[in-house]
DNA sequence: GCTTGACTTGGAGTAACTCCAAGGCGCTAG
DNA sequence: CTAGCGCCTTGGAGTTACTCCAAGTCAAGC
């Protein structure tokens, strides 16, 4: 699979993935004969993990801790867990924080909602 | 009321402000005698709504029109229930993918305190 | 054999901060 | 009354995580 594909199913730009490689989070994706990237589905797999991490505000560092011990690996399970679990806890606190500032959004917009009613009185 | 205390109490950093204020997402806050911003009340209400809406994803030329359309006065009130409805949204969209990443994690967390369960063994 | 289109690399540009240097003001301790 | 201290000012450089672009390569189709 080339990096188009790639990219679509992913949901990752092909410069993003790039990126990714050249940053040391994803395994050197080996080259076809005329030198273009040929992704595995197991690379899928990772993409799709990396990419969730990253859309949940994992900064790229951890990411690349995160490669490197899965690049290790059985006996980094343990270290990995502790980082998922830490990220778990951050995912969880930014989600609370959304939902408070979610609440406010809804009172503003029920206040310009009667606001706008009464202006078309 | 000054900056450093205007910081602490908005959750955002005192350059975070200087920078708000330079790119017109405040009004002009006035200096006291010796040229330091003064800022009142009014002025710490919006400093929340703003950092609310930075936190939840609003980009800062997002934020621009609205504050812009929030000095022009009450007859942009249509306009701004607009632009709040489509942040909205937005949100929604995003807290729904944040929570469908926490299932996975949730998943891969217990996948590997299982595998960490059998390494003791 | 030439064009088309997807790919390659390296590097510049962007958003939204974040940090730093150089200097000013006002309080207080000596 | 002045030296030091802390907080403030501005302008500008640095950071993160992309995102876009230019120049060149290669395989396939006409």
Known sequence: MRIAEAAEIS??????????????????????????RDFAPSDM???DIISKLRRTGMPMKEMQQFAELNAMGKHTIPQRYDLLKRHQMRVAA??????????ILEH????????KEEMNV
Chains 1, 2 share one sequence.
């Open 94 to 103: 930014r989600r609370a924080d959304i939902e408070a500032c979610e609440k």
């Open 45 to 47: 797999g990772w993409l």
């Open 11 to 36: 949901g990752l730009s092909a410069d993003t993935i790039r990126f990714y490689e050249k940053s040391g989070l994803l395994e050197p994706i080996p080259r076809d004969a005329s030198g273009h």
């Open 108 to 115: 503003k917009l029920s206040v310009y909602g009667k606001m």
